[in-house]
T-cell receptor
């Protein structure tokens, strides 16, 4: 399966705990994007990364959220000290950005529930 | 500030007929537009895209039309099938392609 992989698919955390969401891009893709979808809303951009670099983090909350895409391994979205408002679906996308085309291909998402 | 708007929360169409989903945008810097389809508990699936230098792009049953002067695009599905029932998201990209800005989505129901 050469699609975007995300794990876990479902994650339950108590308030104050840490959440780690993982994303492996499609084979051949080196650009990773994270989006968040709150109930009844569209997807909202959070961060865009290339290997070992954060390119655009204009959608990331200023505190508690961080993202990385190391040289080896998946991209990680980390949420520290989670609060109930962090409950949402988090989607990762990847692209190749070749030929001027910017289609992004999405993973199945991680549904985070904060209790 | 909603830069991409899908003003119809839902649309119901008979099987075999045409489905038309609409999308408006406000940012004239957007130069690439995409449509995604999403089933519950799954990620969005890329359907079709269009560059701002074109006014139409076709792929099988799906056609996207772009009217730059009106800042409006539409997705036509002909003929509509029950399996097309899903949420459809319009998205726009700036020239740098660093992020997609999504509309709130339109729920399409195709009745058999």
């Amino acid at each position: 399966n050469a699609g975007v992989m995300q794990n876990p698919r479902h994650l339950v955390r108590r308030r104050g705990q840490e959440a780690r969401l993982r994303c492996s891009p499609m084979k051949g893709h080196s650009h990773v994007y994270w989006y968040r979808q709150l109930p009844e809303e569209g997807l909202k951009f959070m961060v865009y990364l290339q290997k070992e670099n954060i390119i655009d983090e204009s959608g990331m909350p200023k505190e508690r959220f961080s993202a990385e895409f190391p040289k080896e391994g998946p991209s990680i979205l980390r949420i520290q000290q989670v609060v109930r408002g962090d409950s949402a679906a988090y989607f990762c996308a990847s692209s190749s950005r070749q030929g001027g085309f910017y289609e992004q291909y999405f993973g199945p998402g991680t549904r985070l529930t904060v209790t | 500030d909603q830069q991409v708007k899908q003003n119809s929360p839902s649309l119901s169409v008979q099987e075999g007929r045409i489905s038309i989903l609409n999308c408006d945008y406000t940012n004239s810097m957007f130069d690439y537009f995409l449509w995604y389809k999403k089933y519950p508990a799954e990620g969005p699936t890329f359907l079709i895209s269009i560059s701002s230098i074109k006014d139409k792009n076709e792929d099988g049953r799906f056609t996207v039309f772009l009217n730059k002067s009106a800042k409006h695009l539409s997705l036509h599905i002909v003929p509509s099938q029950p399996g097309d029932s899903a949420v459809y998201f319009c998205a726009a990209s700036d020239p740098y392609g660093n992020k997609l800005v999504f509309g709130a989505g339109t729920i399409l129901r195709v009745k058999s």
